[in-house]
């Protein structure tokens, strides 16, 4: 297979939701699709299994949710597909922000019942932001819910979205009798009781011919016509390219869990599912047909196995191929690594390649070397865009509980931080140091792995902070240093060394704000 070829038959996608929507569901069944793994419930027992060896999953195990984004590729219909998991708990929303920077497009699960709940629209948001094709599955089909199209009304409310659909169910709850698809023109029916197996298919390309009633019964028959009849009347027709510029968005109907209307959703995607992407750099676009290799770090994750300590930076491969023990540039470092044992992902397993392609993911082992966001190339000074540091919601002292383990402290409260699993802030005034999260969970799992994997002790202290806003430009004028003088108490450094304004309550931003006018306060610690 050509270079050219290696890139188009990839597909590099994310499938966001609110918790318990269905996206470990329907992930597991896409698998099965491709032959990845054998049975239903691999997906998930593989997940117990791993927490019950490593103690950072045992958080996960606990908690019952998911910390760790991973990796799972399978290849369907020669098409290599790699799906990137991204955690659905609130807390743990900056993880999957990143991991959106890696993806080509998304799959958006919603529950019937449910609609559009509050992490959907959060993320979709972000996917918004950034043109990412989207397709939105519709699960739980087996069960009552909305009706079809107050649900599709909704998701164009909530999301901002503008939907067509491409599926349509007949039927829903104890009355789901299948689903007409509309993109390939045929009918699936649904029987309940065949959980696993691919469901065989009808086609069906004229509903107004009377094999319809004998298929589904005069009523069903009677209000499928109807509900076609107003989607033809209601949506646009679908175009790959205004699905590809992210302003149409395909809906599919369907139950992950009885595997229902998967196949469809999958077959369309490989379809009309974008091969990788050119990306921008700071400095130019980049294309991934390019001869010269590139990538980012878009994820660091702690070891899974206790006994080896050092951490996966998972890079996107924008260009180039990845070849293993050839040496690449650590842009920021301004040094060359090679690297000898790269990890592929391949449905739950992972395994060490000799070259990867553009859209794939790469594991490479790191001892501390990267940090998110860290770009590698064949030589050239590239520096990717990703997503910037949002201001946290919760702000705490951390305090040292063990002064024999301060160096370890340091080191474990550095690394954690270079994994992006929250934002430090040292304070000008005394040096202390604060820890910025989204969640409250958080501070439980740096608790956690900093006694588990550094051997340091931390205690907390709350610290009344409404906001951190960085200060753009630290401009050399009078009402800059009294802003400074004024403001000391206040003021921090991040990570990066940019001056951090912690404000203690949104009346103090604004009065902050009016007083200091030339002094530009931002939300996000880059501009853009
Ligand atoms: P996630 O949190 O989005 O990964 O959701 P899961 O895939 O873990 O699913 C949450 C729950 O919904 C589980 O109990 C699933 O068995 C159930 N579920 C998933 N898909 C369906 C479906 O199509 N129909 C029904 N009735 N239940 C489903």
Known sequence: MTFEQEIKRRRTFGIISHPDAGKTTLTEKLLLFGGAIQEAGAVKSNKIKKSATSDFMEIERQR???????????????????????????????????????????????????????????????????????????NKLDREGKDAFDLLDEVEQKLGLSVTPLSFPIGMGYDFKGIYNIYEKNINLFSGNSKQNIEETIA?????????????????????????????????????????SGDLQPVFFGSALNNFGVRELLDCFIEIAPDPRAKKAEERLVEPNETDFSGFVFKIHANMDPKHRDRLAFVKIVSGKFERNKPYLHVRHDKKLKFSSPNAFF??????????????????????????????????????????????????????????????????????????????????LNGRKVIGTVGALQYEVIQYRLEHEYGAKCTYENLPVHKACWVEPEADNEEFSEFNRVKQKYLARDKSGQLVFLSDSAFSLQMTQQKYPSVKLRFTSEKD
């Open 64 to 138: 019952g949710i998911s910390v760790a984004t991973s990796v799972l590729a399978f290849i369907y219909k020669d098409k290599k597909i790699n799906i990137l998991d991204t955690p659905g708990h609130k807390d743990f929303a900056e993880d999957t922000f990143r991991t959106l920077t890696a993806v080509d497009s998304v799959i958006v699960v919603i529950d019937v019942a449910k609609g559009v709940e509050e992490q959907t629209e959060k993320l979709v948001e972000v996917c918004r932001m950034r043109n990412i094709p989207m397709i939105v599955f519709i």
């Open 204 to 244: 069906f390309d004229d509903v107004s011919s009377s094999e319809l009633e004998k298929i589904i019964g005069e009523d069903a028959a009677d209000s499928l016509r109807e509900n076609l009849e107003l989607v033809d009347g209601v949506y646009p027709p679908f175009e790959k390219e205004a699905y590809l």
């Open 347 to 428: 449905a739950e397993k992972k395994e060490i390649v000799d070259t990867s392609f553009p859209g794939d993911i790469v594991g490479l082992h790191d001892t501390g070397n990267f940090k998110i966001g860290d770009t590698l190339t064949s030589g050239e000074k590239l520096q990717y865009r990703g997503i910037p540091s949002f201001s946290p919601e919760h702000f705490r002292y951390i305090n040292n509980a063990d002064p024999m383990k301060a160096k370890q402290l340091n080191k474990g409260i550095d690394q954690l931080m270079d994994e992006g699993v929250a934002q430090l802030f040292t304070l000008e």
